[in-house]
Nanobody, 128 residues
């Protein structure tokens, strides 16, 4: 049974930085892709960053490019999200997710929120 556990959330001032971690357990082979998603009250869940585990290729929404960086440590089975220049609108619950189906890791689906496994989330609050 797959388990994903996020950590590293907290409260920061606008312009600050935060690094989230996601520890993964309970699988026999690596997911095809993993990602970070977020959801704020009253808003739809949105994709933040995706990484294709086989080669480390990353994908970001245009509005977040340059501020957020996703990375992985395969030896530690851990996923990271480095967030810089944080803005109040970044305030949300952040979730990591994993997917073993290549189709749902493809360009047309990676930010659709259909990943098979999800963590419980970690709260990020950015004050102005």
């Amino acid at each position: 049974q797959v388990q994903l556990v996020e950590s590293g959330g907290g409260s920061v001032q606008a312009g600050g930085s935060l690094r989230l971690s996601c520890a993964a357990f309970g699988y026999s082979y690596s997911p095809y892709c993993m990602g970070w998603f977020r959801q704020a009250p009253g808003k739809e869940r949105e994709g933040v960053a995706i990484i294709y585990t086989v080669d480390g290729t990353t994908y970001y929404p245009d509005i977040l490019k340059g501020r957020f960086t996703i990375s992985q440590d395969n030896a530690k089975n851990t996923l990271y999200l480095q967030m810089n220049s944080l803005k109040p609108e970044d305030t949300a619950m952040y979730y990591c997710a994993a997917e073993w189906r290549p189709h749902y890791c493809s360009d047309g689906y990676v930010f659709a929120g259909l990943f098979a496994y999800w963590g419980q989330g970690t709260q990020v609050t950015v004050s102005s």
